[in-house]
T-cell receptor, first 112, second 111 residues
Framework: DVKVTQSSRYLVKRTGEKVFLECVQD?????MFWYRQDPGLGLRLIYF???????EKGDIPEGYSVSREKKERFSLILESASTNQTSMYLC???????????FGSGTRLTVV | RKEVEQDPGPFNVPEGATVAFNCTYS??????FFWYRQDCRKEPKLLMS???SGNEDGRFTAQLNRASQYISLLIRDSKLSDSATYLC????????????FGQGTELSVKP
């Protein structure tokens, strides 16, 4: 089974901090994605990547950046955390879209 | 209009009931379809893909109606362990590997 690992289950950060969320997958997938999930808003795509050093903006990229230096690792960066970035962050990877995604277990980030 | 729309529920049903979830999508270029299951405070997990001919996996049956842009999920003989949120998901042909998620339908199965 594909395993997608997110480095932290729970994080508490202060407003203005730079925050790194790490995601690693072990199945050589080219495609990786970052979503955030909020009550009433569902899953919203932040950024995605189809290859190393490649990134594309999703629907809500403002306030975020990403890094993909190695195929297995896709990092989400909150440049200056704000309280409205308090959310559940989900990383996913896929080989081909017709197989769907595999998600990591999520990071619940609270910005105070 | 949302690209993928679902009735949020909650659906409260007794054990053994049959329950059906519906989902509509707005983009006719949608080409891949899925149902995901998400337990409380957990990540979504793929339940099943949805094929044009319809498909079944045990107690679960998924149907696709391309003409009406409509997807359904039927759960027969529901179990307590089926309690979760069910997410309808589509991929749009000209948007590469991105999946678009509905907000989910909450199911609660009671003894």
């Amino acid at each position: 089974d594909v395993k997608v690992t997110q480095s932290s289950r729970y994080l508490v950060k202060r407003t203005g901090e730079k925050v790194f969320l790490e995601c690693v997958q072990d199945m050589d997938h080219e495609n990786m994605f970052w979503y955030r999930q909020d009550p009433g808003l569902g899953l919203r795509l932040i950024y995605f990547s189809y290859d190393v050093k490649m990134k594309e903006k999703g629907d809500i990229p403002e306030g975020y950046s990403v890094s993909r230096e190695k195929k297995e690792r896709f990092s989400l960066i909150l440049e200056s955390a704000s309280t409205n970035q308090t959310s559940m962050y989900l990383c996913a990877s896929s080989l081909l879209v017709l197989y769907g995604y595999t998600f990591g277990s999520g990071t619940r980030l609270t910005v105070v | 209009r949302k690209e993928v729309e679902q009735d949020p529920g909650p659906f409260n049903v007794p054990e053994g009931a049959t329950v059906a979830f519906n989902c509509t999508y707005s983009n006719s270029a949608s080409q891949s379809f899925f149902w995901y299951r998400q337990d409380c405070r957990k990540e979504p997990k793929l339940l099943m893909s949805v094929y044009s001919s319809g498909n079944e996996d045990g107690r679960f049956t998924a149907q696709l109606n391309r003409a009406s842009q409509y997807i359904s999920l039927l759960i027969r003989d529901s179990k307590l362990s089926d309690s979760a949120t069910y997410l309808c998901v589509v991929n749009i042909h000209n948007q590469g590997g991105k999946l678009i998620f509905g907000q989910g339908t909450e199911l609660s199965v009671k003894p």
